[in-house]
């Protein structure tokens, strides 16, 4: 944390992780589902949050062989212009989550190489690299592109053929890190770990 920057992350509003999200990230709307909400403020100045959820998948657990109450997502990283280093709010963030939910033993996130985002804060923070994988398919409604997962929540559907000007997007590929939250989890699934991409590679994010 540089000098003179009294950071602060808590639990935060779900209006204020609404507001962080629609101006501060490139998605302009809060995941689907139920969020676990932790916000972050420079000396009393609200800068924004990191959200974590179930994710898109009720099968985000499947392949470690991990139950839906033990793993989670790191869904968004949502700041306006801040002065801490992200990994540390980053840090903070999830000894909160850790602190209140002490069964869980794996984050997932990702970073969506549509956006030019290589995940280049989870390698500074030593996460482990999964690899890349194909884009899946979402909808475009009326110009916004949505996951099916909040497209259901929204109407109640999925199809295509039942939603008004509908149309499937095919997203493209994302890098997929894992932040294992103990030592058994880490030697466990270490074998997935694969060469982070080059830095000559990386652009900013």
Known sequence: MKDNVNLKVDWCSYDAAKYACKNWHYSKCLPAGKIVKIGAWENGKFIGVVLF?????????????????????LTRVALTNHVSFVSQIMKLAIFLLKKKNPGLKLIVSYADSGQDHTGAIYQATNWIYEGSFGGEVYLEINGKVMHRRSVFSLYGTSSIEKI?????????????????????????????????PKKAELLSE
């Open 53 to 73: 959820s179930r994710g898109a998948t009720a099968n985000i657990g499947k392949p470690y062989s991990l139950g839906q109450n033990e793993v989670c997502e």
């Open 164 to 196: 008004p000007n509908a149309k499937k997007i095919l997203a493209s590929a994302k890098h997929k890190y894992l932040m294992p939250l103990n030592k058994k989890m880490r030697k466990k699934i270490i074998k997935l770990s694969k060469p982070y």
